[in-house]
């Protein structure tokens, strides 16, 4: 298997890069950023890209790959509908039209979040935003594209947020953690279980392409019995 690994600089992104390079079965992982990992490996392959709104400049070397974990985000909080829309929807299609010309044959995972809002009409400006680009990845041309739904995400083996902010909370909620999974294990994940259900997604290639945080907890376990 041949990743293609968006926003591996991130907290999820960081989980997802790390099972991708401990993972036998995944051949090769082609990190595209606007700067690099900092990783160094012989599966990973780096491509710092700048303008995340047109890859035309790059599409030759996102060609060949079977899957695209697109992890790549940001906190709606404080940002205008246009805004956040820009940077959540508009890359994201940027992206993913340019792979769907390139690998008709690719499967697609996009992380989303629990309580998207799929009508793309609720109140929650994130929620719409985030169902928009839900809606749309689903009716592209790829082999299959499936939306990752995960609630609390708990990092793990080191995987830090990449904003400020994001890691001030984090810090604040990280002992929490224990308490809520054992209270709600049902909304309650992990980097590395996301990382592993992205891989077990590719290759069960399951009927459910709208997968909730108990999908993704499901799939992430069987990844690590495998």
């Not at 900092?38 to 060609?63: N, Y």
Request: glycine share 10%; proline share 4%; hydrophobic share 45%.
């Amino acid at each position: 298997m041949k990743v293609i690994l968006f926003g591996a600089t991130g907290m999820v992104g960081q989980g997802v890069l790390r099972e991708c390079l401990l993972d036998a079965g995944v051949e090769s992982v082609l990190a595209v950023g606007r700067r690099e990992t900092g990783r160094r490996h012989a599966k990973l392959r780096e491509l710092v890209c700048r303008d995340f709104f047109d890859f035309s400049a790059v599409a030759s070397g996102l060609t060949g790959y079977d899957a695209c974990f697109f992890c790549l985000g940001v906190s709606s909080a404080g940002m205008r509908e246009a805004d956040y829309a820009r940077v959540t929807y508009d890359i994201t299609m940027a992206a993913a039209r340019t792979l769907a010309e390139r690998n008709p044959g690719q499967t697609f995972i996009y992380v989303s979040g629990a309580g998207t809002d799929s009508t793309e009409r609720g109140r929650f400006m994130w929620a719409r935003v985030k169902g928009k680009t839900e809606n749309e990845l689903l009716k592209m041309p790829f082999k299959a594209a499936y939306m990752f739904r995960p609630a609390m995400i708990q990092p793990l083996h080191g995987a830090v947020p990449s904003g400020k902010l994001t890691r001030g909370l984090y810090a604040v909620l990280s002992p929490l953690f224990p308490l809520a999974k054992a209270l709600f294990p049902s909304v309650v994940t992990t980097t590395e279980n996301v990382g592993r259900a992205m891989i077990e997604t590719v290759r069960r290639g399951p009927a459910k392409r709208v997968l909730e945080n108990g999908d993704i907890n499901e799939l992430g376990a069987a990844g690590s019995a495998a």
